[in-house]
């Protein structure tokens, strides 16, 4: 059985694992920049990636922190050939962790309509829609109190 662990990357390697998992799962395939990855609130969030027993990055999550009540799940990625095998629950559970140490009172995310299923197995609920991203892929924004 193959092992995983979660870190917050601070290394320019392991930095440089953590967007381009993200890029490769979130960007890539709808011809996005890779410049697109990355945006203005990345110094004040929390960033997760798994790694393998190799150290190859897995899967990558991120809890955008608002204020001391609220914080935000993003960047939510697995690599596709791992999807379906426990990853994103234990990166949920991580942010979930963090966002508990930080005492913040519920967490919001913005779901592809594809991804709404493994949020609500979570104890997440639709509040309401959300956007279109790329054009292509519908969003929902979910919440969990915490």
């Given at each position: 059985m193959k092992s995983y662990r979660i870190i917050e990357p601070s290394s320019e390697e392991e930095l440089e694992k953590y967007y381009q998992l993200r890029y490769e799962i979130l960007r890539k395939p709808w011809n996005q920049p890779v410049t697109s990855t990355r945006d203005e609130w990345e110094k004040i969030s929390i960033h997760m990636l798994m790694l393998d027993e190799n150290g190859e990055g897995v899967a990558t999550g991120r809890l955008q922190l608002y204020n001391n009540r609220e914080g935000q799940i993003?960047?939510?990625?697995?690599?596709?050939?791992?999807?379906?095998?426990?990853?994103?629950?234990?990166?949920?559970?991580?942010?979930?962790?963090?966002?508990?140490?930080?005492?913040?009172?519920?967490?919001?995310?913005?779901?592809?309509?594809?991804?709404?299923?493994?949020?609500?197995?979570?104890?997440?609920?639709?509040?309401?829609?959300?956007?279109?991203?790329?054009?292509?892929?519908?969003?929902?924004?979910?919440?969990?109190?915490?």
């Open positions: 993003r960047s939510m990625a697995v690599r596709t050939d791992l999807q379906g095998k426990g990853l994103g629950t234990e990166i949920i559970r991580y942010i979930e962790q963090k966002a508990n140490e930080k005492k913040l009172d519920y967490l919001i995310l913005d779901a592809r309509e594809n991804a709404i299923h493994f949020y609500e197995k979570h104890g997440y609920f639709v509040i309401s829609d959300s956007y279109m991203l790329f054009g292509v892929i519908r969003h929902f924004r979910m919440k969990k109190n915490l």
